[in-house]
């Protein structure tokens, strides 16, 4: 798989547990709250008024601590508002973190070895390509957009229940070409120099490394020069004859609006090449930071 963790049904579940809880609080706000509250000063009222009646000595020793204490129970949330009321402040602002600024992905394949690994959590940046409606991804502030060599996290094209991961390599109205293993970008050789080898742990075996740069961005990827670089099953897609396949590959001219997206391992990724190309809708947003991997923690910290 080529996909970072799904979030779509988990956004739709904080923002359902959202809006149950502000109602909640609304309710407890507006009318529970001040129902316990004459429920406790008719209460406290009552106890006064017993003691009052009492004879001295038949009184409570500490009278003040057991009217206290009356009130503290008659005031006390129900458990489900506890849970309702009581959690909507920390939703809300994990809902708003989530929507508007960062959100955690795990990433499950390899399609982005060697800068990713496979159980690296990651953090992205929501803010980077402008801000959007949760849920329904309306952007309705207009902050950036993507640029060659980011890493982004976007909603799958074909299946937008589906967060992908992989970096941009065209933006709109680039002429993008991956022939016989090389990626040209407007005509223009992408620089590619030989970087040693990379050792997979998971499939315990070494591939060739190589350093690209896009951009401003310097990165590893890894590629095989000497296989094939035809390009099989590919489907129709939105846009579709804007792309040439033949036998060394593909080019294509990135429609206005869209994005060219490859994977940093360069034969195991279903990317652009295959499925076509990404949307500015479908942004999440660009990935930035690697804040914990359970297997390496030196794994930790920001990467290209």
Not at 179 to 193: F, M, S, T, Y
Request: net charge positive; aromatic share 12%; hydrophobic share 45%.
């Amino acid at each position: 798989m080529d996909d970072t963790s799904t979030s779509l049904n988990f956004a739709l579940i904080l923002f359902g547990l959202l809006v149950v809880c502000f109602a909640a609080w609304l309710g407890d706000r507006f009318y529970f709250q001040p129902a316990r509250r004459r429920t406790a000063q008719r209460q406290a009222a009552e106890f006064d008024a017993q003691q009052a009646a009492l004879a001295v000595h038949q009184r409570i020793n500490d009278a003040p601590a057991a009217r206290a204490a009356i009130v503290r129970e008659a005031l006390r949330q129900p458990l489900w508002l506890e849970y309702t009321a009581g959690l909507f402040p920390v939703i809300a602002v994990v809902f708003f973190l989530r929507s508007f600024l960062v959100e955690p992905f795990k990433i499950p394949s390899g399609s982005m070895l060697p800068t990713l690994l496979i159980g690296d959590l990651i953090l992205v940046n929501k803010f980077s390509y402008g801000v959007r409606l949760p849920v329904v991804h309306t952007k309705i502030i207009d902050v950036g957009s993507p640029q060659r060599g980011d890493v982004t996290v976007f909603r799958f094209p074909r299946d937008p229940s589906m967060d992908y991961i992989k970096r941009v390599v065209g933006l709109p109205g680039d002429k993008v070409s991956y022939e016989n293993k090389r990626l040209r970008i407007n005509g223009a050789d992408v620089a590619l120099a030989a970087a040693g080898e990379f050792y997979d742990a998971d499939r315990l075996s070494y591939s060739r490394q190589y350093q690209e740069k896009l951009g401003a961005v310097e990165h590893r990827i890894l590629t095989e020069l000497d296989k094939p670089s035809f390009i099989t099953a590919v489907d129709g897609f939105p846009f579709r004859d804007q792309c040439n396949y033949s036998g060394a590959g593909v080019s294509c001219t990135v429609p206005p609006g869209h994005y060219f997206v490859m994977g940093d391992n360069r034969e195991n990724s279903l990317d652009s090449r295959f499925w076509g190309f990404v949307p500015e809708r479908n942004l999440v947003g660009k990935a930035f930071f690697i804040w914990m991997n359970f297997s390496d923690l030196k794994r930790i910290g920001r990467f290209h």
